[in-house]
């Protein structure tokens, strides 16, 4: 059974930063996308903030561009998320995902506040 375990959220001043770590265990296919999700309280809604996906290309969303960095270290099966230059509207609860043919793996979420 794949679990997803994510790190390193907590309270930071706006402009800080701060790194997300998701470490996968588990059995699953060499071929899956990585990506990073964010739920914005109280909505359920979790919207895409950024991807790897299995052929190697990185996308954002367009409010984090030059600010985020979604990086992986395929070895040790973890996805990072580096966010700098944060702001109030970055808070949320971020969410790691994996995903492969035919199943789809999510974090527990990790929450993230921005707030002076």
């Known amino acids: 059974q794949v679990q997803l375990a994510e790190s390193g959220g907590g309270l930071v001043q706006p402009g800080g930063s701060l790194r997300l770590s998701c470490a996968a265990s588990g059995r699953f296919s060499s071929l899956y996308d990585m990506a990073w999700y964010r739920q914005v309280p109280p909505g359920e809604h979790r919207s895409l903030v950024a991807i790897i996906r299995n052929i190697g290309t990185i996308e954002y969303v367009d409010s984090v561009k030059g600010r985020f960095t979604i990086s992986s270290d395929n070895a040790k099966r973890t996805v990072y998320l580096q966010m700098n230059s944060l702001k109030p509207e970055d808070t949320g609860v971020y969410y790691c995902?994996?995903?492969?043919?035919?199943?789809?793996?999510w974090g527990k979420g990790i929450p993230v506040t921005v707030s002076s």
């Open positions: 995902n994996f995903e492969e043919i035919g199943a789809d793996y």
